[in-house]
């Protein structure tokens, strides 16, 4: 059940640089999507979201952008810090009132200096 | 801040024991899930609770599985008969309102490791 893809396991970056990481999905019930930053040892954190109602949403040095025709949604990270470093996990919700997420497989982010 | 607290920390038992991961939400918020994370693999979810009732679960969380809100602070998930396979991290996470609108809480996880 490949409903959420992270296709990229790994990115690297240069401190100050644009982060850039992706996720595709394929169930089209979905109408809502968070991005979740994970550390070793910790819990998922929550980072920012968008509805499918809208393409862009800016929080921050962050932002998510949603193509709704291709089913891709992006997390923009501009300037990338060293404490960026993290797993980050795209998810997404559909339709009604529940709460079930599907997570994808994850892309680690590293910055470097 | 306020954070979901999960205990113990890591947890390891042998093949058909019973185990009991035990967790304390946010303590305003009223909606509470499992999820579980086998190493290597995405986040799944197992179940979701409210009001005393599961509102919802995955195909994974099968008889071996219950959840129970014992009091007003615990939140725990009971492995009756533990197998190899349920060998991952467990997260719980709570969140103020039901929908995904209402970002979860996840606590820092119990590894579970079933020999």
């Known amino acids: 059940d490949q409903q959420v893809k992270q296709n990229s396991p790994s990115l690297s970056v240069q401190e100050g640089r644009i982060s850039i990481l992706n996720c595709d999905y394929t169930n089209s019930m979905f109408d809502y999507f968070l991005w979740y930053k994970k550390y070793p040892a910790e819990g998922p954190t929550f980072l920012i979201s968008?509805?499918?109602?809208?393409d862009k949403n800016e929080d921050g040095r962050f932002t998510v952008f949603l193509n709704k025709s291709a089913k891709h949604l992006s997390l923009h990270i501009v300037p990338s810090q060293p404490g960026d470093s993290a797993v980050y996990f795209c998810a997404a919700s559909g339709g009604g009132t529940a709460s079930k997420l599907t997570f994808g497989t994850g892309t680690r982010l590293q910055v470097t200096l | 801040e306020p954070e979901v607290t999960q205990t113990p920390s890591h947890q390891v038992t042998q093949m058909g024991q019973e185990v009991i991961l035990r967790c304390v939400p946010i303590?305003?918020?009223?909606?509470f899930y499992w999820y579980r994370q086998i190493l290597g693999q995405k986040v799944e979810f197992l179940v979701s609770f409210y009001n005393n009732e599961i509102s919802e679960k995955s195909e994974i969380f099968d008889d071996q599985f219950s959840v129970e809100r014992p009091d007003g602070s615990n939140f725990t998930l009971k492995i009756r008969s533990t197998k190899l396979e349920d060998s991952a991290m467990y997260f719980c996470a709570s969140s103020e309102e039901q929908g995904a609108r209402s970002p979860l809480h996840f606590g820092n996880g119990t590894r579970l490791t079933v020999t």
């Open positions: 303590s305003n918020h009223l909606y």
């Open positions: 968008i509805s499918s109602i809208k």
